[in-house]
Every structure is written in structure tokens, then in C-alpha cells.
């Protein structure tokens, strides 16, 4: 029987809602990313938290909210808690976001759906992985590989491949097989037949072919602005897609030598760049071979000014300028203040470089024609004063009574159930011995036992004669002395707690930005007011695909090459979806799924998978040898059962000589190159490689195999010569022989 495989989308199938799917690999539970959009309705979380308490394990594909945001919410408040798996740049710029989300909508909202301690929290436990890295998942996941891969759009973008008995299930969204500036394209085309792909279908009516003279359109729409004296907003994500726009900009800024400033504003934006400018090795080979060769980091920015407030702005007043804000939505953030100053100017343009979410500010501004005005609610938070921060000093002082009164209760209720029912509780000289030992401990770090003198005391009931608290000392001895418990040397919580704002938590490092750090210190009671109004729409209104996801052609291409067994759609819009299936389930033989949400599909393989084990007698007669890093043989056995275990055993009699097996994948520009090497004089011509006068050598695949499993022959023709021998011999060394 094969490894079963589920699938069920709890978000993002047939709509472009947030992403978040449930993969379950025999009995281990994976979620798939676990996105919210910028709304955050709790609503949509509704299938996620019927499941979240019996997640195992959550992997996370991209460092933006539509693939991470609910992951603090679940943690908090549906029981989530399995360990997270994600690539370094994807757990750093993910939490960058979350604060900056958090940030966004505190500054305008009473916020309560999480905090920072909880989006710490749901990152400090999170296990890093490394490209390629193969991570082996134990107890109740034993036998399963999670490996993460390139997958382009966002840096540090993941390809996810789980392993399990041979099987490949293979979950890969929003990848993007196009090399850009700051990232390599995706590793998804290397992957041979898996037994399940989890792809999206989000661009697959859009077949729009990259321009090399969209960068230059990009810049040209920007200039023209900025020369006829109009300002430039580009509303962007907090740490994804704005850094391929940042390198764009700086690299035209520089052969074009303008003068005009640039922002990125958000309330991470130092931290961002100073985070990304450590990634370098997840980046393009052209940026990690500029800085082998020159030492020049692609991210110490030149052009563009890292701020996380509009003070800045302030004091250029109207000069042209161009600002890359947060949040690409328009929702919150400074994007959307901005954007309420800049709309009634006809001389400014608003230039959105991703599809907006849908239902926001940013999506309704995107239709064709725009509209001409928009209703949006401006809310800022300021300091109480006069009568309010009375009155709120008032209800503080009454709540803190009440939590003591309360606190005092509970303790004589403890009291009367430890001391019996003839204890008095309103006895003058009872004291806790608990609180009192806690108080005792109070001075002291460590905090390590002491004794207790209580100038009367009521006796347990359990005591055999009255007797003062006495706490031994058990501390274990060895031959140096003392054993020392580290941990009663550790900080306590409540003593940390006071530098948490200031970055405690893992993901940051300290590297808060000391603007929105003093935000968050600044205990002065606050509120917030907020007015609607409508914003006259007079700017100009602009869009340009920087997504970074392969188009819909790229896509039916690169499913094509792969040839899953089974392949499963999820995350676009019902009429993507349903043009996508359409066209894998006519091209090809395989078997396509396009799931609603919380509908569970079985894709659990047809083919049968047994686990053998090799007989020592077997074992012993096997000559292997090395290929990489393993080392492989050609084997005769029978199977029989030992121990009631499947094993291979030496044949009963002896068997026929197999065929000679060439093991290998010829590339014929390596093997070109190994030829030139060797002083062979090679070219390509139709196809083939010409190798001297004569002979020519061609690489036939089976056309009636889709993908890149089909046989491959390898052919050498010529008349029979010295060179004809001499190539075929190193054609054959190019290849193991069993």
C-alpha cells in the first residue's frame, strides 16, 4: 500500500484568499502556509481552527502576510502549536512584517487580535532550514523528509518537498521560474515525477511575457512625473517584493544620474535592509559573485533614504519626490496616509506594482476606469488630556482594587481548604507560608530556600505536633563540590519582561527600530479618533506586473516538464482554476484535482510501496560501486519472508546475465566542453554534437513520455575509425556501468 496523502484547503482555493491548506502524510498533519489578508477577519480562520489543535508540524513558503499572517492569531487563540519550519530570510523578514503590521494598525486601531510578545512567540520556536537541506521529522513523523527548495517571487521563497517511502509531494505556489535581480528562479523544474504537486493557479490567465523594457517604462513613467513637478507613491510590502524595486531604482538612479530622492517608508525599514544586507547567499549568483569579487553589498543603498515616519517627508513639503510605503493594500500603514494627501493633485501618481487584495482600497482603485472618489476613514492615536486621562486614572485605580480585593479572596479560600476545616480563616496570626517564602525570596536572584521564623502559625491538619517550616538542603555532591542548577542563575520572566519592547525576542535582536520602539514605550494613555471622509481622486492611477510569479504560459509549461502523478490546484480565482485544469487534464495524462475549501481530496499514490530488508547472504556477494555520495549495484533476489519481514534472499538458482546498465544523465554542452578538454574539435549543429569530421553524436528522447522521466538513447554516428572508438570510449566514461 502507498504513503497516504490528503489534501484539504481551509483558505485560498477557487478565490485569491489568504493561503493555508492541510497536508496530511499517513497520520502527521501539515499546514501549508497560514495566510490572512490585511482585513484580518477572524471569520476566515473558521476551518483553520477546527483543525489547528492537531497540526504536527507548519511549513511556511513566503515571508508576507498572505502566507504567514494568521500565524500569531493561531498560536494565541486556536490552539496552535506545532514547531514552524521556514528558510532564515523567510522567519526574519516574516516577523519584520508581522511588526510592521502590528505597528500599522496600533497606530490607527485599539488592536487586540495579537501583540508583539504573541508574534514573538509564535517565531521563537521556529526550526531554520537551509536550501536543499534534507530535515528528518521524528516521534511521530518518523520516516518523513521535509527539504526546502528555490522557489523565486520573494526572498527566501520555498519549494517544499515531502518524502516519505520514495514519495515525492511537492508544494510549490507563487513560484517564479525567471532569474531577476535579486533572485535566482525557481528550483521546481529539477524535480523528477513526484507523486503529488500542490501548485496555484493565480496567474493562469495572465500571459503576459516579462519585458526587458518594463524596467525602462518603469523609470520613464516615474521621471516624467517627478520632472513636471508631482510626487510618486508606490505602496509595497513591508520586506518582498520592494527590495527587487529598491535595486531597479538605485541602478537607473545611478546611470541616469537623477537627483530626485527616494523613501522607503515603513516602520521596519532600517532593520529590513540591515536583515536583507546578511542574505546575500540567498540572492542571485550575480550578487554573491559581485561581492566575492568586489566586496560590494547590492543593499547598501545609495539612492534611497531608509525612514519610519513621515517627519522627513514633512520637510520637503511638495518637492517631487518618490515614497515606497507600507502597506501594498492601502488599508493601513503609511501608504494610506499618504495616498489621502497625494489623491486630490493632479500632478502625482500613485503607481501599484502588485494585484491589490481583494475588497481593499488599493483593488478598488485598480479597476478600469478608476473611480473618481473614494470613502476612507482617517484615524490617528493621540494622548488623553484634561477630564479623559482623569477619568482613566480613575477606572485604572478601580480595576487595580478590584484585582486585589479579588487576589485577597482567593488567598483565604486557599487558606480554608489547606487548613482544615477548624482553621480560622479570620485568625490575625495567619500568615501564607507560601507568599511568605515568596517574599523572603524577593531580594534574591537566585533564589534558592530559606528558613522561615512565623511569630505564630496555625499547624497543618496533616501534622503529627506543631512545628516551624523547616526546607533541607538535598543540593547533590560530586568530587568537585556542589552541584550548580543553572537555572536558578537564569533571569527571571518577570524580569524580562521590561526589555521585551526593546527586541528580547528572538526574531529581532535588538534591532527594533528605536522610532517604533519608543511608540510602543510610551505608556502615556491614549486614544484613538477617526473620521470618514471622501478623497477626490485626481491624481494619476498606474499599474505594472512586479509580482515575480511565472505567467500562465510559464506555468502549463514547467507542470508539464515535472509529469506529477497527481496534481492539485489551489489559490486563484474560479475561473483561473477551472482554465487550468481544463488544459492539464487535456495535454496530459494526469490526474488533476481543484479542491474547495474544506473539501479533503486522496492523492494517496496507486502504485504499491513494500519495505524490504537485504539478508546479510545477500549483502555479502554484492560488489558496489561509488556514484556521488552513495553507491549502487545490480541485484538478483528473490523475496521471501524472515521474521515475518519481507527480505531479499539470494536467488535459488543461478540467474541469467543482465543486459550492461549505463547510469548517468548526459548533458550534451558538459559533455561538449569534456570533449574540447581532451583537444577534440566540437560544435553544435542541428542539435547534435559534431565531433571532428565524422562522427556525431545526438541524444534521442521517447516522445510518448512527458516530463523528464522517458528513456534517452544516446547515438553515435560515423564510419568505424579511430575517433569513432576514442569518443565512444569517454562517451561511456561519462556514465556508471552495472
Given at each position: 500500500?502507498?504513503?497516504?496523502?490528503?489534501?484539504?484547503?481551509?483558505?485560498?482555493?477557487?478565490?485569491?484568499?489568504?493561503?493555508?491548506?492541510?497536508?496530511?502524510?499517513?497520520?502527521?498533519?501539515?499546514?501549508?502556509?497560514?495566510?490572512?489578508?490585511?482585513?484580518?477577519?477572524?471569520?476566515?480562520?473558521?476551518?483553520?481552527?477546527?483543525?489547528?489543535?492537531?497540526?504536527?508540524?507548519?511549513?511556511?513558503?513566503?515571508?508576507?502576510?498572505?502566507?504567514?499572517?494568521?500565524?500569531?492569531?493561531?498560536?494565541?487563540?486556536?490552539?496552535?502549536?506545532?514547531?514552524?519550519?521556514?528558510?532564515?530570510?523567510?522567519?526574519?523578514?516574516?516577523?519584520?512584517?508581522?511588526?510592521?503590521?502590528?505597528?500599522?494598525?496600533?497606530?490607527?486601531?485599539?488592536?487586540?487580535?495579537?501583540?508583539?510578545?504573541?508574534?514573538?512567540?509564535?517565531?521563537?520556536?521556529?526550526?531554520?532550514?537551509?536550501?536543499?537541506?534534507?530535515?528528518?521529522?521524528?516521534?511521530?513523523?518518523?520516516?518523513?523528509?521535509?527539504?526546502?527548495?528555490?522557489?523565486?517571487?520573494?526572498?527566501?521563497?520555498?519549494?517544499?518537498?515531502?518524502?516519505?517511502?520514495?514519495?515525492?509531494?511537492?508544494?510549490?505556489?507563487?513560484?517564479?521560474?525567471?532569474?531577476?535581480?535579486?533572485?535566482?528562479?525557481?528550483?521546481?523544474?529539477?524535480?523528477?515525477?513526484?507523486?503529488?504537486?500542490?501548485?496555484?493557479?493565480?496567474?493562469?490567465?495572465?500571459?503576459?511575457?516579462?519585458?526587458?523594457?518594463?524596467?525602462?517604462?518603469?523609470?520613464?513613467?516615474?521621471?516624467?512625473?517627478?520632472?513636471?513637478?508631482?510626487?510618486?507613491?508606490?505602496?509595497?510590502?513591508?520586506?518582498?517584493?520592494?527590495?527587487?524595486?529598491?535595486?531597479?531604482?538605485?541602478?537607473?538612479?545611478?546611470?541616469?544620474?537623477?537627483?530626485?530622492?527616494?523613501?522607503?517608508?515603513?516602520?521596519?525599514?532600517?532593520?529590513?535592509?540591515?536583515?536583507?544586507?546578511?542574505?546575500?547567499?540567498?540572492?542571485?549568483?550575480?550578487?554573491?559573485?559581485?561581492?566575492?569579487?568586489?566586496?560590494?553589498?547590492?543593499?547598501?543603498?545609495?539612492?534611497?533614504?531608509?525612514?519610519?515616519?513621515?517627519?522627513?517627508?514633512?520637510?520637503?513639503?511638495?518637492?517631487?519626490?518618490?515614497?515606497?510605503?507600507?502597506?501594498?493594500?492601502?488599508?493601513?500603514?503609511?501608504?494610506?496616509?499618504?495616498?489621502?494627501?497625494?489623491?486630490?493633485?493632479?500632478?502625482?501618481?500613485?503607481?501599484?506594482?502588485?494585484?491589490?487584495?481583494?475588497?481593499?482600497?488599493?483593488?478598488?482603485?485598480?479597476?478600469?476606469?478608476?473611480?473618481?472618489?473614494?470613502?476612507?476613514?482617517?484615524?490617528?492615536?493621540?494622548?488623553?488630556?484634561?477630564?479623559?486621562?482623569?477619568?482613566?486614572?480613575?477606572?485604572?485605580?478601580?480595576?487595580?482594587?478590584?484585582?486585589?480585593?479579588?487576589?485577597?479572596?482567593?488567598?483565604?479560600?486557599?487558606?480554608?481548604?489547606?487548613?482544615?476545616?477548624?482553621?480560622?480563616?479570620?485568625?490575625?496570626?495567619?500568615?501564607?507560608?507560601?507568599?511568605?517564602?515568596?517574599?523572603?525570596?524577593?531580594?534574591?536572584?537566585?533564589?534558592?530556600?530559606?528558613?522561615?521564623?512565623?511569630?505564630?502559625?496555625?499547624?497543618?491538619?496533616?501534622?503529627?505536633?506543631?512545628?516551624?517550616?523547616?526546607?533541607?538542603?538535598?543540593?547533590?555532591?560530586?568530587?568537585?563540590?556542589?552541584?550548580?542548577?543553572?537555572?536558578?542563575?537564569?533571569?527571571?520572566?518577570?524580569?524580562?519582561?521590561?526589555?521585551?519592547?526593546?527586541?528580547?525576542?528572538?526574531?529581532?535582536?535588538?534591532?527594533?527600530?528605536?522610532?517604533?520602539?519608543?511608540?510602543?514605550?510610551?505608556?502615556?494613555?491614549?486614544?484613538?479618533?477617526?473620521?470618514?471622509?471622501?478623497?477626490?481622486?485626481?491624481?494619476?492611477?498606474?499599474?505594472?506586473?512586479?509580482?515575480?510569479?511565472?505567467?500562465?504560459?510559464?506555468?502549463?509549461?514547467?507542470?508539464?516538464?515535472?509529469?506529477?502523478?497527481?496534481?492539485?490546484?489551489?489559490?486563484?480565482?474560479?475561473?483561473?482554476?477551472?482554465?487550468?485544469?481544463?488544459?492539464?487534464?487535456?495535454?496530459?495524462?494526469?490526474?488533476?484535482?481543484?479542491?474547495?475549501?474544506?473539501?479533503?481530496?486522496?492523492?494517496?499514490?496507486?502504485?504499491?510501496?513494500?519495505?524490504?530488508?537485504?539478508?546479510?547472504?545477500?549483502?555479502?556477494?554484492?560488489?558496489?560501486?561509488?556514484?556521488?555520495?552513495?553507491?549502487?549495484?545490480?541485484?538478483?533476489?528473490?523475496?521471501?519472508?524472515?521474521?515475518?519481514?519481507?527480505?531479499?534472499?539470494?536467488?535459488?538458482?543461478?540467474?541469467?546475465?543482465?543486459?550492461?546498465?549505463?547510469?548517468?544523465?548526459?548533458?550534451?554542452?558538459?559533455?561538449?566542453?569534456?570533449?574540447?578538454?581532451?583537444?577534440?574539435?566540437?560544435?553544435?549543429?542541428?542539435?547534435?554534437?559534431?565531433?571532428?569530421?565524422?562522427?556525431?553524436?545526438?541524444?534521442?528522447?521517447?516522445?510518448?513520455?512527458?516530463?523528464?522521466?522517458?528513456?534517452?538513447?544516446?547515438?553515435?554516428?560515423?564510419?568505424l575509425c579511430e575517433d569513432y572508438y576514442k569518443i565512444r570510449e569517454l562517451l561511456y566514461s561519462q556514465f556508471f556501468?552495472?
Open positions: 500500500m502507498g504513503t497516504s496523502v490528503q489534501v484539504t484547503p481551509l483558505s485560498g482555493a477557487y478565490g485569491e484568499g489568504p493561503l493555508c491548506y492541510l497536508l496530511v502524510v499517513d497520520d502527521f498533519r501539515f499546514l501549508l502556509d497560514c495566510g490572512w489578508t490585511d482585513h484580518c477577519d477572524p471569520a476566515l480562520l473558521q476551518p483553520l481552527a477546527r483543525v489547528a489543535p492537531t497540526i504536527d508540524a507548519v511549513l511556511l513558503s513566503h515571508p508576507d502576510m498572505m502566507h504567514l499572517g494568521a500565524l500569531p492569531y493561531a498560536m494565541k487563540h486556536l490552539g496552535l502549536s506545532a514547531p514552524v519550519y521556514a528558510t532564515e530570510p523567510v522567519f526574519r523578514l516574516g516577523l519584520l512584517t508581522m511588526y510592521d503590521y502590528f505597528l500599522s494598525r496600533w497606530q490607527v486601531a485599539d488592536f487586540d487580535l495579537f501583540t508583539l510578545d504573541d508574534v514573538d512567540a509564535a517565531f521563537q520556536n521556529a526550526v531554520r532550514l537551509k536550501y536543499s537541506q534534507n530535515h528528518l521529522l521524528n516521534d511521530k513523523g518518523e520516516g518523513i523528509v521535509i527539504t526546502p527548495h528555490v522557489s523565486g517571487h520573494l526572498l527566501g521563497g520555498t519549494v517544499w518537498k515531502i518524502t516519505k517511502d520514495g514519495e515525492d509531494v511537492v508544494y510549490a505556489v507563487d513560484f517564479n521560474h525567471r532569474k531577476e535581480k535579486h533572485l535566482n528562479g525557481t528550483a521546481l523544474g529539477s524535480f523528477v515525477r513526484p507523486a503529488v504537486l500542490i501548485t496555484d493557479a493565480y496567474n493562469a490567465l495572465n500571459n503576459q511575457v516579462y519585458k526587458r523594457q518594463q524596467d525602462q517604462d518603469f523609470i520613464d513613467s516615474m521621471v516624467k512625473v517627478l520632472s513636471s513637478g508631482g510626487s510618486v507613491l508606490l505602496p509595497v510590502d513591508t520586506a518582498g517584493r520592494v527590495l527587487e524595486l529598491l535595486l531597479i531604482m538605485e541602478q537607473f538612479w545611478a546611470q541616469r544620474h537623477l537627483v530626485y530622492p527616494i523613501y522607503f517608508l515603513t516602520n521596519v525599514s532600517t532593520s529590513t535592509v540591515d536583515f536583507v544586507k546578511s542574505f546575500l547567499e540567498w540572492m542571485s549568483d550575480s550578487i554573491s559573485k559581485s561581492f566575492e569579487h568586489t566586496r560590494d553589498n547590492a543593499f547598501l543603498l545609495r539612492y534611497v533614504s531608509l525612514i519610519i515616519n513621515k517627519e522627513e517627508l514633512e520637510k520637503l513639503g511638495d518637492a517631487p519626490k518618490v515614497v515606497l510605503a507600507s502597506m501594498a493594500s492601502l488599508e493601513v500603514g503609511f501608504s494610506h496616509d499618504l495616498f489621502v494627501e497625494m489623491a486630490n493633485e493632479a500632478k502625482n501618481l500613485v503607481l501599484f506594482t502588485e494585484k491589490g487584495q481583494f475588497g481593499t482600497l488599493a483593488r478598488m482603485l485598480q479597476v478600469d476606469p478608476p473611480p473618481k472618489a473614494v470613502k476612507v476613514t482617517m484615524s490617528k492615536r493621540i494622548p488623553l488630556v484634561g477630564d479623559e486621562l482623569k477619568a482613566y486614572e480613575e477606572e485604572q485605580e478601580r480595576i487595580k482594587k478590584e484585582e486585589a480585593l479579588k487576589a485577597s479572596l482567593s488567598k483565604e479560600e486557599e487558606l480554608k481548604a489547606s487548613h482544615g476545616s477548624n482553621a480560622k480563616a479570620t485568625d490575625p496570626l495567619v500568615v501564607d507560608a507560601s507568599s511568605s517564602r515568596k517574599l523572603s525570596n524577593a531580594g534574591s536572584k537566585v533564589g534558592g530556600n530559606v528558613d522561615i521564623l512565623i511569630d505564630g502559625f496555625v499547624p497543618p491538619a496533616t501534622s503529627v505536633a506543631p512545628m516551624f517550616p523547616f526546607f533541607e538542603n538535598t543540593a547533590d555532591w560530586d568530587d568537585f563540590g556542589e552541584v550548580i542548577n543553572p537555572d536558578d542563575y537564569m533571569m527571571k520572566q518577570d524580569e524580562m519582561d521590561n526589555n521585551l519592547m526593546l527586541g528580547a525576542g528572538d526574531g529581532m535582536d535588538g534591532k527594533l527600530d528605536e522610532g517604533s520602539a519608543r511608540l510602543l514605550l510610551d505608556s502615556a494613555p491614549s486614544k484613538v479618533i477617526s473620521n470618514e471622509m471622501t478623497v477626490q481622486v485626481k491624481c494619476s492611477l498606474a499599474y505594472m506586473d512586479f509580482e515575480g510569479r511565472s505567467d500562465g504560459r510559464s506555468v502549463k509549461s514547467v507542470i508539464a516538464h515535472v509529469a506529477p502523478l497527481k496534481l492539485v490546484l489551489v489559490h486563484g480565482s474560479a475561473e483561473a482554476t477551472e482554465h487550468l485544469k481544463m488544459h492539464c487534464a487535456k495535454n496530459s495524462d494526469l490526474h488533476v484535482y481543484a479542491p474547495q475549501i474544506e473539501e479533503t481530496i486522496d492523492v494517496t499514490s496507486d502504485l504499491c510501496a513494500y519495505k524490504v530488508q537485504l539478508s546479510e547472504k545477500l549483502m555479502s556477494n554484492v560488489i558496489s560501486k561509488k556514484l556521488g555520495e552513495h553507491e549502487i549495484a545490480w541485484v538478483d533476489a528473490e523475496v521471501g519472508k524472515v521474521d515475518e519481514k519481507l527480505t531479499l534472499l539470494p536467488p535459488s538458482s543461478t540467474p541469467s546475465a543482465h543486459k550492461s546498465v549505463l547510469v548517468g544523465d548526459l548533458k550534451l554542452a558538459d559533455f561538449k566542453q569534456f570533449l574540447a578538454n581532451k583537444g577534440l574539435q566540437v560544435e553544435f549543429a542541428g542539435g547534435a554534437l559534431r565531433c571532428g569530421e565524422y562522427i556525431t553524436v545526438r541524444k534521442i528522447g521517447d516522445s510518448t513520455q512527458r516530463g523528464s522521466t522517458g528513456s534517452q538513447q544516446i547515438v553515435i554516428e560515423g564510419p556501468l552495472l
